[in-house]
T-cell receptor, first 112, second 114 residues
Framework: GESVGLHLPTLSVQEGDNSIINCAYS??????FIWYKQESGKGPQFIID?????DKRQGQRVTVLLNKTVKHLSLQIAATQPGDSAVYFC???????????FGKGTRLSVIA | NAGVTQTPKFRILKIGQSMTLQCTQD?????MYWYRQDPGMGLKLIYY???????DKGEVPNGYNVSRSTTEDFPLRLELAAPSQTSVYFC?????????????FGPGTRLTVL
């Protein structure tokens, strides 16, 4: 989930388990959604994206699910590894030249 | 390709000083963006540009200026630095056109105003 303030919500998972990171988006007109991974001291890195005409998209070890009815987006990471530890941001866009709008972020901590 | 590059990596300014954060991309992307990220927070859009000679305000433009004289460069200018501008600044770019919404980010500039 999302929260406002200095402390990001944190998800702690055991190495090898699956992780699910959730995001509630705000604009029902958004038609493009994207997940970014941000490691400490680095810029956001693209993970996976999805358009509103889809409800699921899979990549390598990652799956994004989109539920437009409740405006909810989730990122699933299979067999979570220590290298997956980072802050994960969802972002949405209504398309065209409209910039992405970012969510607050969730910190994923992998316990070895 | 180097992608999106930003200079400097770190900078400390005194209140009232000015500086320019540089951003360059070599992917021939039309769209470029400046975001700021405060500790433990998400990214807030400062300014963006959809092409050379065109700039638009984002969510938090006050205290900043931009220019876009070339496709490659999108510098961000702080004229009178204030402590509230202490943040990490990220530049991003993307290609225009349908199906190319992915934004690619630079490594960031960490700015402290004392």
């Amino acid at each position: 989930g999302e929260s406002v303030g200095l402390h990001l919500p944190t998800l702690s998972v055991q190495e090898g388990d699956n992780s699910i990171i959730n995001c509630a988006y705000s604009n029902s007109a958004s038609d493009y959604f994207i997940w970014y991974k941000q490691e400490s001291g680095k810029g956001p890195q693209f993970i996976i994206d999805i358009r509103s005409n889809m409800d699921k998209r899979q990549g390598q070890r990652v799956t994004v699910l989109l539920n437009k009815t409740v405006k909810h987006l989730s990122l699933q990471i299979a067999a979570t590894q220590p290298g997956d530890s980072a802050v994960y941001f969802c972002a949405e866009s209504v398309g065209g030249n409209t910039p992405l709008v970012f969510g607050k972020g969730t910190r994923l901590s992998v316990i070895a | 390709n180097a992608g999106v590059t930003q200079t400097p990596k770190f900078r400390i300014l005194k209140i009232g000083q000015s500086m320019t954060l540089q951003c360059t991309q070599d992917m021939n992307h039309n769209y470029m963006y400046w975001y700021r990220q405060d500790p433990g927070m998400g990214l807030k859009l400062i300014y963006y540009s959809v092409g050379a000679g065109i700039t638009d305000k984002g969510e938090v433009p006050n205290g900043y200026n931009v220019s876009r004289s070339t496709t490659e460069d999108f510098p961000l200018r702080l004229e009178l630095a204030a402590p509230s501008q202490t943040s990490v600044y990220f530049c991003a770019s993307r290609q225009s056109g349908r199906g190319t919404d992915t934004q690619y980010f630079g490594p960031g500039t960490r700015l402290t105003v004392l």
